[in-house]
């Protein structure tokens, strides 16, 4: 089967590139304008607007969630690496973006070493959170063991004195090298081994994943990680976790993915995310 979740610039496995993943947004050419609006309304609804209440309301959302709901977004390691403290903060004004997660790992490329950089220049931009999250596979050069990947990455965090809440660990394929991952049975020795060590380091971990990349990199039937918080991904949605349907024994998200689409002050196709 084909992978509805191309393959990613985060992906950049065994050293080399992944291919341009433009080709996914024929299908949410229109959702760049649906999320300028539904912002505008969501923001005149947190400032009391009785009418934009009103508004939300007709489109499926609750008021309250407008009022407590974040907005977010995450970005790949050549955006924030490309980016400048003065974008940092356009972005925290845009849509009113309050969180960020970064990439801080990629694949055969490692560790992305402008992390330090990218996380310091969110929190100068006054983001309320952020995160980092990490993407590896088991036949990603210099990924194995995982332990000593993570352990570099942690040291490296601890060097540059990295201030960041948890690392997210992205489990996706990457299709145009099915040699990514290994067994199924492989595959989870090799990331509850990278969870471990993160843990030993008193770093608080998540999981990004989807239904259909999950069971393909672990199978139907593996819980191994739901005690860790979820981050989910649906592509052109709406920012409201109405869509979840569960696994991995999830029944609950902490985060979601509603938008890979987002195209504001210089920085495109970064990654919308939404936190209740």
């Known amino acids: 089967l084909a992978s509805p979740w191309p393959c990613r610039p985060r992906t950049l496995h065994r050293g080399g590139a992944c291919p341009s993943y433009h080709g996914r947004r024929r299908d949410v050419k229109h959702e760049g304008f649906f999320r300028f609006i539904l912002v505008f309304i969501r923001r005149r609804a947190m400032k009391g607007s009785s009418l934009s209440c009103l508004l939300v309301l007709f489109l499926g959302l609750s008021c309250a969630s407008s009022v407590y709901a974040a907005n977010g977004l995450d970005l790949s390691n050549d955006q924030c690496t490309a980016m400048t403290a003065a974008q940092w903060k356009c972005l925290r004004k845009t849509d009113a973006h309050s969180f960020a997660i970064i990439q801080a790992f990629r694949g055969g490329a490692q560790i992305n070493q402008a992390t330090a950089r990218c996380v310091a220049d969110a929190w100068a ?151 209740p």
């Open 125 to 275: 931009a006054n983001f309320t959170s952020v995160d980092i999250y990490v993407w590896m596979c088991p036949n990603c050069v210099g990924n194995v063991p995982a332990s000593n990947a993570m352990a570099n990455l942690v040291k490296y965090l601890h060097t540059h004195n990295v201030t960041f809440g948890k690392v997210w660990m992205d489990i996706e394929l990457c299709d145009n090298d099915p040699t990514c991952w290994k067994s199924l049975q492989e595959n989870i020795a090799f990331m509850q081994e990278a969870v471990t060590t993160l843990q030993k380091s008193n770093i608080k971990v998540g999981i990004y994943s989807t239904p259909w990349e999950w069971t393909r990199v672990f199978g139907t039937g593996y819980t191994g990680f739901n005690h860790l918080p979820l981050w989910y991904a649906v592509p052109a949605s709406q920012p409201s976790f109405a869509d979840f349907t569960p696994f991995g024994g999830w029944t609950k998200p902490a985060v979601k993915q509603y938008s890979w689409t987002g195209d504001d002050c210089g920085v495109d196709g970064y990654d919308a995310d939404y936190m």
